[in-house]
C-alpha cells in the first residue's frame, strides 16, 4: 500500500470513527497517532509530541480565542442581547414579521460582540422566543429565525473561526475580519429577505407586533450605547490601526466584564461560571487544534495532500468547477461535524489546491483571504443543516415543544438566501476584497 493510499485510508477511519459519535479532537488525536506510529514508529512520534503542544498553544495570536470566548460570555451576562433585541423590535416589531426581522438584526450586532455561532444562537433565543411565542408565531418560522439567525456569530467579525483560519492559512487576522464585514452584512439582509417573502407567502405566520411610540423607540436605542462602545473598541481599534487583534479582545473583555457588572448585576458566581464556560469551550478548541496538527503531519508524511492537489491540476477541470466540488464538499461535512473541525480539518487539504489555480488573476494573498470567506460562509451554512445542524440542536433544546422535523422546515427559506449569498462571492470576489484593498 503506497503512503497516499494509506492516507486515504487512515482519513476514512476517522471519518468513520466520527460516525459513532467519537469526539472531534479525540478522533483526529487518534487517527494521526496510529498512522504515525505505522509510518515512522513510536519514537519519532514521541519527538514530535514533546514539542507540538507547546508550539501550538504558545502562538500569540491563539491568546484572541479564549478572549472573545469571554468577551461573549460577559456580554451575555451583561443584559446586552436584550437591549440589542428590544432597540430592534421597538424599532421594526410592527411590520409583518417584523418580530423575527429584529431577532436577526440583534443576532448580527450580538455576533459583533460575541464571535460564536452556538453563543450567539442560545442567548438570542433565550432573549427573542418568549416575544415570538407570545405574538403566535408559526413554530418553524420561529425557531427557523433563530437558528439562522445565531449563524451571523462567524460571520460578523470578530470570529473565532475566522482567527482559527486565520493562523492555519498564515494570513493576518485583521485583513480576514474586514473582509468578512461585508458577506456578513450581506448574510444579515439577505435574511430580512427571507423573513419577508416568507410571511407573505404565508399570510399570518408572522404577525406584526406593537407599534412602540417614538419616545419608546429612542430609550430603546439609547440602552445599546455600550454595544455600540465596544464594536467600536474592538473593530475600530483594530480597522483604525490603533490595536492589533490580540490587544483589541483584551480591551473589548474588560469593557464587556464592565458593563456586564453595571448593567446584568453580575456577581461573584456569574463571574465564575463566565470562567468555566470559557475555559471549557477553550479546552475543546485547544483539543481539536492539538488533534489536528497530529492529523495533518501524518497526512504530510503520506503526500496525500501534495498528491491530491497535483491530480486535481492535472484533471482539467476549470477552476471554478473545482472550487463548486469543494464547496459541496463542505456542504457534505457540515451535515456530520461542526464549523471549527470542518476548517481544521479541510484547510490543510483544500488550500493548496485552491492556490494552484487561478481565479479572476488574484494574487495569493487576495486568494487565500476570498477562499477563507467562502469556506466560512460554507461552514456557516453547516450549522442550520440537516441532520446534525448544531444551531437547530440549540434552538429546540429552548423549544422542545416544537419537532426537530419542523425547524430544518424552518431554515430552508434561508439556506436559499445562503446559496445566493455564495455564488454573490464566488464570481464578484470583490464583495470580500473591497474594504481590505481600500482600508489596507
Request: aromatic share 10%; net charge neutral.
Amino acid at each position: 500500500m503506497t503512503g497516499v493510499e494509506f492516507g486515504f485510508l487512515m482519513f476514512g477511519v476517522m471519518l468513520a470513527l466520527l460516525a459513532i459519535r467519537v469526539p472531534i479532537g479525540i478522533a483526529m488525536l487518534a487517527t494521526g497517532v496510529a498512522g504515525y506510529v505505522t509510518m515512522t514508529g513510536w519514537a519519532p512520534l514521541l519527538s514530535y509530541l514533546k514539542t507540538v503542544a507547546y508550539g501550538r498553544y504558545s502562538v500569540y495570536d491563539l491568546s484572541v480565542v479564549p478572549m472573545f470566548l469571554l468577551m461573549g460570555q460577559f456580554a451575555s451576562r451583561g443584559g446586552l442581547s436584550k437591549s440589542l433585541f428590544d432597540a430592534a423590535n421597538a424599532l421594526i416589531g410592527h411590520w409583518r414579521g417584523g418580530v423575527a426581522m429584529a431577532a436577526i438584526g440583534a443576532c448580527a450586532a450580538f455576533g459583533a460582540i460575541c464571535g460564536s455561532s452556538l453563543a450567539t444562537a442560545a442567548t438570542m433565543g433565550q432573549v427573542a422566543l418568549p416575544e415570538l411565542r407570545r405574538l403566535r408565531y408559526e413554530p418553524a418560522l420561529a425557531t427557523g429565525t433563530l437558528a439562522a439567525g445565531g449563524t451571523l456569530g462567524i460571520l460578523i467579525p470578530p470570529s473565532v473561526v475566522l482567527v482559527i483560519y486565520a493562523i492555519l492559512a498564515e494570513q493576518n487576522i485583521a485583513k480576514l475580519f474586514m473582509a468578512a464585514f461585508v458577506p456578513g452584512i450581506l448574510a444579515a439582509f439577505g435574511y430580512l429577505v427571507a423573513i419577508a417573502v416568507y410571511v407573505r407567502v404565508k399570510p399570518g405566520s408572522g404577525p406584526s407586533g406593537e407599534n412602540a411610540s417614538w419616545p419608546a423607540r429612542l430609550k430603546a436605542l439609547r440602552d445599546v450605547w455600550p454595544v455600540l462602545l465596544l464594536f467600536l473598541a474592538v473593530i475600530g481599534g483594530i480597522y483604525g490601526g490603533v490595536f492589533t487583534p490580540t490587544e483589541a479582545a483584551a480591551i473589548g473583555t474588560v469593557g464587556s466584564l464592565f458593563f456586564a457588572v453595571w448593567l446584568g448585576g453580575m456577581r461573584w458566581s456569574g463571574f465564575v461560571e463566565c470562567l468555566y464556560g470559557t475555559a471549557e469551550a477553550t479546552g475543546m478548541i485547544f483539543l481539536i487544534l492539538l488533534g489536528a496538527d497530529v492529523l495533518n503531519v501524518f497526512l504530510a508524511l503520506t503526500q496525500m495532500p501534495v498528491e491530491l492537489a497535483k491530480w486535481v491540476g492535472g484533471t482539467g477541470l476549470p477552476p471554478l468547477v473545482v472550487l463548486l466540488v469543494i464547496i459541496g464538499i463542505y456542504l457534505i461535512l457540515g451535515c456530520l461535524m461542526d464549523s471549527l473541525s470542518m476548517i481544521l480539518l479541510t484547510v490543510p487539504i483544500f488550500l493548496p489546491i485552491v492556490m494552484g489555480f487561478d481565479y479572476f488573476g488574484l494574487n495569493p494573498t487576495d486568494k487565500a483571504i476570498w477562499f477563507g470567506i467562502i469556506a466560512l460562509m460554507v461552514v456557516e451554512i453547516g450549522l442550520i443543516t440537516p441532520p446534525v445542524g448544531m444551531n437547530v440542536y440549540i434552538i429546540n433544546s429552548l423549544a422542545r415543544d416544537v419537532p426537530m422535523a419542523e425547524t430544518f422546515r424552518g431554515v430552508v427559506p434561508f439556506l436559499v438566501s445562503d446559496a445566493v449569498r455564495v455564488t454573490l462571492l464566488v464570481f464578484f470576489p470583490i464583495l470580500s476584497l473591497w474594504l481590505v484593498r481600500m482600508l489596507g
